[in-house]
């Protein structure tokens, strides 16, 4: 049988797309625009996972959160609005499993998802690390190493060599990546790709002398081993 998610959140336009993409998925989904009839919902409902807004009319994301928890250990992802209220739920972390902040990538999202129900299935051996030759990525820790070395990087350079990783061999076009990186309502130039591809590819290629990074001219970048 396919997993319940709960959908607590207030924007519609954002709330049909996410339920739309988690339906294609094969997610059942489940849709409350405040908070109260989320929490109503949650609290009566057995859902596999609740996605939960924070600026919520009736009841915040956060009280919404708080009640859950007093009944419930159902894993939570909080959908925050862009940096202001991270720090606050980062501090929340005993009580959210996760959260993602909006704008955010459709495929991060389903990422997200994916982990937090293998965190509760049990399922946890699943996760495959992402590697392409000498270079590990360990998205639950959000690291990367090559050769065993750690390579600081970026959230949205983090985010674009995972998803070149996850289409390891596959060439992706720059809308593509704009796409999945940047999100769906991203406004601005593809050749933001190529900057973000040539922070890549110094902190990566140059630094440890190796070739991953290819560009495919006239279509876009693939990873891959030489
Ligand atoms: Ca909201």
Redesign the pocket.
Same mark, same amino acid.
């Given at each position: 049988m396919s997993e319940r998610i709960l959908l607590v959140? +207030?924007?519609e336009k954002l709330a049909r797309m996410v339920e739309m993409e988690l339906k294609y998925e094969g997610y059942q989904v489940e849709k409350a625009l405040d908070g109260r009839r989320g929490l109503e919902l949650a609290l009566g409902g057995s859902f596999d996972l609740v996605l939960l +807004?924070?600026?919520?009319p009736q009841l915040s994301g956060m009280e919404v959160l708080r009640r859950l928890r007093r009944e419930s250990q159902v894993p939570v992802i909080m959908l925050t609005a862009r940096d202001s209220v991270v720090d606050k739920v980062a501090g929340l972390d005993s009580e959210a499993d996760d959260y993602i902040t909006k704008p955010f990538a459709i495929e991060e999202l389903l990422a997200r998802i994916r982990a937090a129900l293998r965190g509760k299935g049990g399922l946890a051996a699943q996760s495959l690390p992402l590697a392409v030759g000498p270079l590990v990525m360990d998205v639950e820790k959000h690291q990367v190493t090559v050769r065993g070395r750690n390579v600081e990087l970026t959230k949205k350079e983090f985010d674009l060599l995972r998803h070149l990783l996850e289409n390891k061999d596959r060439v992706l076009t720059r809308e593509a990546l704009l796409d999945a990186v940047w999100g769906f309502d991203f406004v601005g130039e593809t050749n933001s790709v190529d900057v973000y591809i040539r922070f890549l590819r110094s902190k990566l290629d140059d630094a440890f002398g190796l070739k991953l990074i290819h560009t495919v001219r006239g279509v876009g970048y693939v990873i891959k081993e030489d």
């Open positions: 959140e +207030d924007e +807004d924070i600026m919520l």
